[in-house]
């Protein structure tokens, strides 16, 4: 069994999996906003989990597994949390996740076992893997004070400007059009910013997801398509792998975010203090981009409904909980906070029409937002 350890935000954690490719696919996936260690301080570890093919194992549990009354949060996810049928074996708590076909195990240690039962390919377990990891981190960052929000985020000079707002508003089309050949910005973040308040000002720090292209960026982005043909796209592998891209079910892309630094010519950034926060809106009636700055209350009232899993403020995963690192957080707590970064920070309404991704509007939209 192969070991590495990560750390995010003060947490650290240890993976340990039989195939040490998924721990190279998982560094990647992660980095830099989580930093990878040669090894840590066992006092110092926060959580261990295990990534572990046993096909007898696996199949001895979908025995024992059946339609369960017994549920309990898995992850948190924008859309909502997201609950696993749950039951108990030889005294750990046994969940089944049936979309990656793999069994989480907590045990009496605390240590958290992800059972796999083959080596498919495309690779779903090291999603697996890399959600668990991913939901002990957000658990633990929410519990030192944190927020996140649902939103993307760019680079520059140490400066960060947030892009936020509901699904398919231009936030995935603005990144690409902000970072496509500009080597002095960097992807902060594609989907999930987590925002701390520092002494010095608010710090961002990108938390990992999988990259959605949707064919809807290739109409504003007609570079975009051809590039990603060129592009083994898919989330399971890594950026240096080559193939034939993958779509998703529904038409869709998804990339690794190492794969989209790649798609667009640019480097990860693992934190920066925010300039600015940016909600952007398809204008059909205008020809460019134009920032509008938005006033104190209006702006927290957005905000506040961009923060992640909005929908379901304060809730947490049950299964991979760390109490030891603190009190949750109540949704009133979440709100002020996120009312207070709006009232620090520069918000604007950007309304984006249809060559509003052209450089000639994107260079001083990136300036003014930027600094």
């Given at each position: 069994?192969?070991?590495?350890?990560?750390?995010?935000?003060?947490?650290?954690?240890?993976?340990?999996?039989?195939?040490?490719?998924?721990?190279?696919?998982?560094?990647e996936?992660?980095?830099?906003?989580?930093?990878?260690?040669?090894?840590?301080d066992?006092?110092?570890?926060?959580?261990?989990v295990?990534?572990?093919e046993?096909?007898?194992?696996?199949?001895?549990?979908?025995?024992?597994?059946?339609?369960?009354?017994?549920?309990?949060?898995?992850?948190?996810?924008?859309s909502?949390?997201?609950?696993?049928?749950t039951?108990?074996?030889?005294?750990?708590?046994?969940a089944?996740?049936?979309?990656?076909?793999?069994f989480?195990?907590?045990?009496?240690?605390?240590?958290?076992?992800?059972?796999?039962?083959?080596?498919?390919?495309?690779?779903?377990?090291?999603?697996?893997?890399?959600?668990?990891?991913?939901?002990?981190?957000?658990?633990?960052?929410?519990?030192?004070?944190?927020?996140?929000?649902?939103?993307s985020?760019?680079?520059r000079?140490?400066?960060?400007?947030?892009?936020?707002?509901?699904?398919?508003?231009?936030?995935?089309s603005?990144?690409?059009?902000?970072?496509?050949?500009?080597?002095?910005?960097?992807?902060?973040?594609?989907?999930?910013v987590?925002?701390?308040?520092?002494?010095?000002?608010w710090?961002?720090?990108?938390?990992?997801?999988?990259?959605?292209?949707?064919?809807?960026?290739?109409?504003?982005?007609?570079?975009?398509?051809?590039?990603v043909?060129q592009?083994?796209?898919?989330?399971?592998?890594?950026?240096?792998?080559?193939?034939?891209?993958?779509?998703?079910?529904d038409?869709?892309?998804?990339?690794?975010?190492?794969?989209?630094?790649?798609?667009?010519?640019?480097?990860?950034?693992?934190?920066?203090?925010?300039?600015?926060?940016?909600?952007?809106?398809?204008d059909?009636?205008?020809?460019?981009?134009?920032?509008?700055?938005?006033?104190?209350?209006?702006?927290?009232?957005?905000?506040?409904a961009?923060?992640?899993?909005a929908?379901?403020?304060?809730?947490?995963?049950?299964?991979?909980?760390?109490?030891?690192?603190?009190?949750?957080?109540?949704?009133?707590?979440?709100?002020?906070q996120?009312?207070?970064?709006?009232?620090?920070?520069?918000?604007?309404?950007?309304?984006?029409?249809?060559?509003?991704?052209?450089?000639?509007?994107?260079?001083?939209?990136?300036?003014?937002?930027?600094?």
């Open positions: 069994m192969n070991s590495t350890w990560f750390s995010y935000d003060g947490f650290s954690i240890e993976v340990a999996s039989d195939q040490t490719s998924d721990l190279s696919w998982l560094a996936f992660l980095g830099p906003s989580f930093e990878q260690r040669t090894g840590c066992p006092r110092n570890i926060h959580q261990r295990l990534l572990s046993d096909r007898p194992g696996f199949e001895r549990l979908q025995r024992l597994a059946h339609p369960s009354t017994t549920h309990c949060v898995g992850f948190v996810l924008d909502g949390p997201l609950e696993l049928n039951f108990h074996d030889q005294g750990a708590t046994v089944v996740d049936e979309a990656f076909d793999v989480y195990l907590r045990q009496p240690s605390g240590t958290l076992q992800i059972m796999d039962a083959h080596q498919a390919s495309p690779r779903h377990a090291r999603v697996a893997l890399m959600r668990v990891v991913r939901e002990y981190a957000m658990h633990h960052s929410l519990r030192q004070g944190r927020i996140f929000l649902h939103a985020a760019v680079a000079n140490g400066r960060a400007v947030l892009f936020t707002g509901p699904k398919q508003a231009g936030k995935t603005l990144v690409c059009a902000s970072l496509y050949n500009r080597p002095a910005c960097g992807l902060l973040a594609n989907d999930r987590l925002v701390a308040h520092e002494a010095s000002g710090q961002c720090r990108g938390m990992p997801s999988i990259v959605s292209v949707r064919p809807g960026s290739f109409t504003v982005l007609p570079w975009l398509h051809a590039r043909q592009f083994a796209c898919g989330h399971t592998r890594f950026a240096s792998d080559v193939g034939p891209a993958r779509l998703l079910n038409g869709r892309y998804g990339l690794s975010p190492a794969q989209f630094c790649q798609l667009l010519n640019t480097q990860p950034v693992a934190t920066a203090m925010a300039s600015a926060i940016a909600f952007p809106r398809l059909p009636t205008i020809s460019g981009a134009r920032a509008h700055r938005l006033n104190t209350a209006n702006a927290a009232e957005r905000l506040t961009c923060l992640f899993a929908s379901g403020l304060g809730t947490r995963s049950e299964l991979f909980d760390l109490p030891e690192s603190g009190r949750f957080p109540t949704p009133l707590e979440l709100q002020n996120a009312r207070q970064f709006a009232a620090e920070i520069p918000c604007f309404e950007v309304r984006l029409g249809p060559h509003a991704y052209q450089p000639e509007h994107i260079d001083p939209l990136l300036d003014q937002l930027l600094g």
